[in-house]
């Protein structure tokens, strides 16, 4: 490094002092850094939350941090926020929808009436189910109480749902919420009023069942599914169990327990399992013995996995199918005493799910350096509330893009710099592996371009994935690719992947050549591509 700095004939204090003339913050790690702006961050918080905190920061604090954020967009712009709030959550690009629903529930506590409007005409399309839906309320009533706006909201997700998806989702979500504080639909309903039309004989059954689930009239035939599952709650046979699942296609949530322990029964919920619900029982259905090799479960259950790039509709998120393959394959539980024997086709199949789950990306034919920080900083922490290191996210999302770019080249980086060779066709799992083997070190996110300089390589944008932390280096990274493209005439340009919510980011906002990208978003290889291609 020090030859470097000569060959450069660098001045300056290095990262823990900004550069001159230049609006820069102090990171975490006393390094200095670029702030993201306020709607920027929004978009981070939404897409990772704060769930975990980071290497140096506490989830509680975080979470504050963002808190705090998301009530400046509101009070800045309302009306926005709410839209941005909408167009995250539906679009899919967001793991979790937990970060959503509270920025959502702080809008509708807004000061200004067309904010809390837009906020309260929102909640069917960010509340899809009736889990998220208890969720938003209870965090709702936690800040502003119950009134007349939010009784209207809450009464025409319930009156404007098909009634086959209501039925549905009030056989799943019986209530959520933390321990003292949970909601129900029934305590919804109780609160809410929904009034059904009198001709919709069939809702207005519904919603009297949920409140007083001890009747004994009969369902009307509209309700035959939530009929049969009151039959399932009741029975021990697990062949009757099965015939009502097969039948009335019912979910697992309305087993009980007493039969989940047999595999005939989740060979039939099998059927028609929803795909993140397949990616939840993946351990159990081994653990029951229907995965394994060459049976019908294992071949149904590879098939439902190669398709998932055909279902982007329902919201399959790739850190989902991530963290899936990173537990599934460890053969235990992250909780609980479950354990399992991983089928190596469903590891397999997991493995080629998660490339298929984020949005298609064109090739850019440019030449690519891509930079993984895997300083001690990106070992702490977890990644939109997975089991994840941002070390290990950062892994995954740069197989992404070897598997499109012909021209790309990986390494990994702290204080000093290891080339990597990874390759679009190792296996996801070894080469999370391989880079958290790596040693820790300090942060300096300016090595891939001094690698690049020091050893003339003509890069056409730089990707890096980290956390932001950086303070151990003598160069600033900006400065770093500012002298890079000085040195070889090429206008390279940087990508910053931002792997946890905070504010920091090491691309300049003044740079049209630099772009601050949030980590897991499933729309960031295609951004990536974009940018460096100069479609965007």
Same mark, same amino acid.
């Given at each position: 490094?020090?030859?470097i700095?000569?060959?450069?004939?660098w001045k300056?204090g290095?990262?823990?002092?900004?550069?001159?003339?230049?609006?820069m913050?102090?990171?975490?790690?006393?390094?200095?850094?670029?702030?993201l702006?306020?709607w920027?961050?929004?978009?981070?918080?939404?897409?990772?939350?704060?769930?975990?905190?980071?290497?140096?920061?506490s989830e509680?604090?975080?979470?504050?941090?963002?808190?705090?954020?998301?009530?400046?967009?509101?009070?800045a712009?309302?009306?926005?926020?709410v839209?941005?709030?909408? @167009?995250?959550s539906?679009?899919?690009?967001?793991?979790?929808?937990?970060?959503?629903?509270?920025?959502?529930?702080?809008?509708?506590?807004?000061?200004d009436?067309?904010?809390?409007?837009a906020?309260?005409?929102?909640i069917?399309?960010?509340?899809r189910?009736?889990?998220?839906? %208890?969720?938003l309320?209870?965090?709702?009533?936690g800040?502003?109480?119950w009134?007349?706006?939010?009784?209207?909201?809450?009464?025409?997700?319930?009156?404007? %749902?098909? /009634?086959? @998806?209501?039925e549905?989702?009030?056989?799943k979500?019986?209530?959520r919420?933390?321990?003292?504080?949970?909601?129900?639909?029934?305590d919804?309903?109780?609160?809410?009023?929904?009034?059904?039309?009198?001709?919709?004989?069939?809702?207005?059954?519904?919603?009297?069942r949920?409140?007083?689930?001890?009747?004994?009239d009969?369902?009307?035939?509209?309700?035959?599914?939530?009929?049969?599952?009151?039959?399932?709650?009741?029975?021990?046979?697990?062949?009757?169990?099965v015939? $009502?699942i097969?039948?009335?296609? $019912?979910?697992?949530?309305v087993?009980?327990?007493?039969?989940?322990s047999?595999?005939?029964?989740?060979?039939?919920?099998l059927?028609?399992?929803?795909?993140t619900?397949?990616?939840?029982?993946?351990g159990?259905?081994?653990?029951?013995?229907?995965?394994?090799?060459?049976?019908d479960?294992?071949?149904?259950?590879?098939?439902? /996995?190669?398709?998932?790039? *055909? %279902?982007?509709q329902?919201?399959?998120?790739? *850190?989902q199918?991530?963290?899936?393959?990173?537990?599934?394959?460890t053969?235990?539980?992250?909780?609980?005493?479950?354990?399992?024997?991983?089928a190596?086709?469903?590891?397999?199949?997991?493995?080629?799910?998660?490339?298929?789950?984020?949005?298609?990306?064109?090739?850019?034919?440019?030449?690519?350096?891509?930079?993984?920080d895997?300083?001690?900083?990106?070992?702490?922490g977890?990644?939109?509330?997975?089991?994840?290191?941002?070390? @290990?996210?950062?892994?995954?999302?740069?197989l992404?893009?070897?598997?499109?770019?012909?021209?790309?080249?990986?390494?990994?980086?702290?204080?000093?710099?290891?080339?990597?060779?990874?390759?679009?066709?190792?296996?996801?799992?070894?080469?999370?592996q391989?880079?958290?083997?790596?040693?820790?070190?300090?942060?300096?996110c300016?090595q891939?371009?001094l690698?690049?300089?020091?050893?003339?390589l003509?890069v056409?944008a730089?990707?890096?994935?980290?956390?932001?932390?950086?303070?151990?280096?003598?160069?600033?990274?900006?400065?770093?690719?500012r002298?890079?493209?000085?040195?070889?005439?090429?206008a390279?340009?940087?990508?910053?992947?931002?792997?946890?919510?905070?504010?920091?980011t090491?691309?300049?906002?003044a740079?049209?050549?630099?772009?601050d990208v949030?980590?897991f978003?499933?729309?960031?290889?295609?951004?990536?591509?974009d940018?460096?291609?100069?479609?965007?």
């Amino acid at each position: 490094m020090k030859n470097i700095l000569q060959m450069l004939s660098w001045k300056g204090g290095g990262q823990r002092a900004p550069l001159a003339g230049e609006a820069m913050v102090v990171n975490d790690a006393g390094g200095y850094v670029y702030a993201l702006d306020d709607w920027s961050r929004l978009d981070r918080f939404l897409i990772l939350g704060s769930e975990g905190g980071t290497f140096y920061a506490s989830e509680l604090r975080l979470t504050r941090e963002n808190a705090t954020v998301v009530e400046r967009c509101i009070a800045a712009d309302g009306v926005r926020a709410v839209a941005r709030i909408v @167009e995250i959550s539906v679009s899919g690009r967001a793991p979790k929808q937990e970060p959503v629903l509270f920025a959502l529930a702080l809008a509708t506590a807004a000061t200004d009436p067309a904010t809390r409007a837009a906020a309260l005409a929102a909640i069917p399309k960010v509340a899809r189910t009736g889990a998220q839906l %208890q969720r938003l309320v209870g965090t709702i009533d936690g800040l502003r109480g119950w009134g007349r706006g939010l009784r209207r909201a809450v009464a025409r997700w319930y009156v404007d %749902q098909p /009634l086959g @998806e209501l039925e549905l989702q009030a056989l799943k979500y019986k209530a959520r919420g933390e321990k003292g504080e949970r909601w129900s639909h029934r305590d919804l309903l109780r609160l809410a009023h929904p009034l059904a039309s009198a001709e919709d004989v069939a809702r207005r059954a519904l919603f009297e069942r949920i409140v007083r689930p001890d009747g004994t009239d009969a369902l009307p035939a509209e309700l035959a599914r939530y009929a049969a599952a009151e039959r399932l709650l009741r029975t021990t046979d697990a062949d009757e169990a099965v015939r $009502l699942i097969l039948e009335h296609r $019912l979910p697992r949530e309305v087993v009980p327990t007493a039969l989940l322990s047999e595999a005939k029964v989740w060979e039939a919920l099998l059927t028609d399992m929803p795909a993140t619900a397949l990616l939840r029982s993946l351990g159990k259905l081994s653990q029951v013995g229907l995965l394994v090799p060459d049976s019908d479960a294992e071949r149904q259950v590879v098939a439902r /996995l190669a398709a998932l790039r *055909l %279902q982007k509709q329902r919201r399959v998120h790739p *850190l989902q199918v991530l963290t899936a393959l990173a537990v599934y394959r460890t053969g235990h539980g992250l909780l609980g005493r479950l354990k399992w024997l991983p089928a190596p086709a469903v590891v397999d199949a997991l493995d080629r799910a998660f490339y298929g789950a984020f949005d298609s990306v064109q090739a850019t034919g440019k030449r690519l350096l891509i930079g993984l920080d895997v300083s001690g900083s990106m070992s702490g922490g977890q990644v939109a509330g997975s089991p994840l290191t941002p070390r @290990e996210a950062a892994t995954a999302m740069a197989l992404v893009t070897l598997a499109t770019e012909p021209a790309a080249q990986v390494v990994a980086f702290c204080d000093k710099l290891v080339p990597l060779a990874l390759s679009p066709r190792q296996r996801l799992d070894d080469a999370v592996q391989a880079t958290s083997a790596l040693p820790f070190g300090r942060t300096d996110c300016a090595q891939p371009m001094l690698y690049a300089l020091a050893n003339r390589l003509e890069v056409d944008a730089f990707v890096i994935y980290t956390d932001n932390e950086t303070w151990a280096g003598a160069v600033h990274p900006t400065a770093a690719l500012r002298q890079y493209r000085q040195a070889t005439g090429i206008a390279a340009r940087l990508v910053v992947v931002g792997l946890t919510s905070t504010g920091f980011t090491i691309a300049d906002p003044a740079d049209a050549g630099m772009l601050d990208v949030v980590g897991f978003d499933a729309a960031a290889p295609a951004l990536i591509g974009d940018f460096v291609a100069g479609r965007l």
